[in-house]
């Protein structure tokens, strides 16, 4: 058990890390790392190299940004077997919306409780 927190701390760490360096060394804007790391989890779930490292590293893999874009490509590739081309574009949101609605709920009741700076 104290072994699958570590290896979650170490893989979220690096993943981390790596977004980090993204912004430090390359000098990339946040907006630019979090693409990256969304497009990243895409391609490494069209690889099929995404889920093994969710295995291996349960929350240390599903937390980071980089599980976006493997949700993504999951879920488009499950549906486009089941409904084709349309399954491509369901699927994607088929699979994100609650995450996309609770960022929105959410973003919007903090507007309203606090004051912006700006």
Known sequence: ???????????????????????????LTPAHTLASLVVA??????????????????????????SFGNSLVHGALQEAEKHGIIGVLTGMFEVTSAGISAAIVFGFIGALLFRPKG
């Open 1 to 27: 058990m104290s072994a699958m927190f570590f290896w979650a701390f170490v893989v979220g760490g690096l993943i981390c890390v790596i977004g980090q360096i993204l912004m430090d060394v390359f000098k």
């Open 41 to 66: 989890g895409a391609i490494l779930d069209g690889f099929g190299l995404y889920e093994p490292l969710i295995d291996f590293a349960g929350a240390g893999a599903t937390i980071p940004i980089t």
